[in-house]
């Protein structure tokens, strides 16, 4: 099977780009027409591009499409006809090749769920469980409704945890930029003043002197050190063993660590909540939530509570004894279990953690903001007393 970009016209004249897969050029043109299309090329196209096909398409793009999707066949319009609809409509380009291809393969006999799987990069496990679930009992629009509102509560956390870093990298970020320019083009300027002056330079100047000459001569070995490093980060992220130690220390930072449980928590409990509110049995729904919960750690944690469960224990107990669940999400679960609401309980904990997390947000932008501005005082202040220290001697040299 390879892949084949395509242009085509719809019935009105409106062009049509996109990719699909095909064993070759002619089953490709004949897809094309299976969509309703006017071809005006077909060629075949490199893997790499069908990855960068996938990329753009965020968690509000699913939401919107979901609600859509959802209020379209409760109105009673045919599957295809809806799909069709909902390609034409959407604004993202990368997301329509893809509505085109789930199209073309319902309209080939492939049920929706299935359709959905073959693209997974797009629609997680998680996505394709819940429309098999609605399929098999009937309840599509329910089950889509309960993906959309999922996927816009998982945006708004994304948005604030996004906030929270964003004050720290730019502050960090722009302090770099001032250290660099400082040591690139103002500190050369007083080294020559002193060399000439032959002055005696303190420890400090000399310090910062001997970093400046490192990073005019070395500035290409920093910057090919630092991209090393990364690319061995990111190869050894993908070590089982490192990926968990790295995972389990996001839980347990100093500042960070709390906000990093409490996300991980949310996710956990809202993903929960929706799957078991669509009809799956807790114990598949754990198997997903383990994939979605976005830490190993916390993933291997949720393992433990499948087992368990597997041996008769309610969850509500099992989340007693691990470490990063507090004792008021184990509480509220108990009283889901014992009224025979858990969804809704799930439902009311996961909206309190995200209360706590704007909460949490908010303080640590209190904190954070006078501590990277004290900081940037230090360093940028170091730097120019290290720089003024000589012109100081030589002034008091002067004097006497």
């Known amino acids: 099977m390879g892949y084949f970009a395509y242009l085509a016209q719809d019935a009105q004249g409106k062009e049509t780009k996109g990719i699909l897969e095909a064993k070759n050029k002619l089953e490709a043109e004949t897809k094309v027409r ?4 006017y071809i005006s090329w077909v060629r075949p196209e490199h893997r790499f591009r069908e990855k960068w096909e996938l990329m753009g398409i965020s968690k509000l793009d699913l939401a919107i499409f979901s609600h ?11 599957l295809l006809r809806a799909l069709k609809a909902l390609a034409e409509e959407t604004d993202n380009k990368r997301f329509r090749t893809i509505i085109n291809k789930i199209r073309l393969d319902v309209e080939n006999g ?10 997974p990069k797009v629609f997680s496990n998680f996505f394709v469980s819940l429309i098999k679930a609605g399929e098999s009992a009937g309840v599509l629009p329910t089950a ?3 993906l959309a509102n999922y996927f816009e509560k998982e945006e708004d956390l994304r948005k604030k945890v996004a906030s929270s870093f964003a ?5 960090s970020l722009f302090a770099g930029g001032v250290v660099s320019f400082l040591l690139i083009f103002i500190v050369p300027v007083f080294r020559s003043v002193y060399k000439t002056l032959r002055i005696n330079l303190p420890g400090p100047t000399i310090a910062l002197i001997t970093l400046s000459n490192a990073l005019i001569k070395f500035w290409w070995l920093i910057l090919l050190l630092s991209g090393f490093i990364y690319y061995l980060f990111r190869i050894s992220k993908k070590n089982e063993i490192f990926a968990l130690a790295l995972d389990k220390l996001k839980l347990r930072l100093p500042i960070f660590g709390q906000l990093n449980r409490k996300v991980a928590l949310s996710r956990f409990v809202r993903t929960l909540s929706t799957l078991i509110g669509s009809g799956l049995t807790l114990n598949s729904s754990l198997g997903i939530v383990k994939e979605v919960v976005g830490n190993r750690f916390m993933g291997n944690t949720v393992e433990l509570i499948q087992r368990d469960i597997n041996q008769g224990r309610p969850i509500s107990d099992s989340l007693k004894g691990q470490e990063f669940f507090p004792p008021i999400v184990s509480q509220m679960i108990s009283v889901g279990e014992e009224s025979g609401n858990l969804n809704v309980m799930l439902d009311k904990c996961a909206d309190f953690l995200d209360e706590d997390i704007d909460a949490l947000i908010k303080s640590l932008v209190v904190k954070l903001e006078p501590s990277l501005t004290f900081f940037l005082a230090v360093l940028v202040g170091f730097i120019a007393l290290a720089i003024y220290l000589p ?7 002067i004097s006497k």
């Open 167 to 171: 004050y720290p990298i730019i502050v």
């Open 68 to 78: 859509q999707f959802s209020v379209m066949i409760s109105s009673g319009i045919p």
């Open 34 to 37: 299976q969509l309703g299309l």
């Open 391 to 397: 012109m100081f001697d030589l002034i008091r040299q």
């Open 144 to 146: 889509l409704n309960r």
């Open 110 to 119: 492939v049920s929706l769920s299935s359709a959905f799987a073959k693209h």
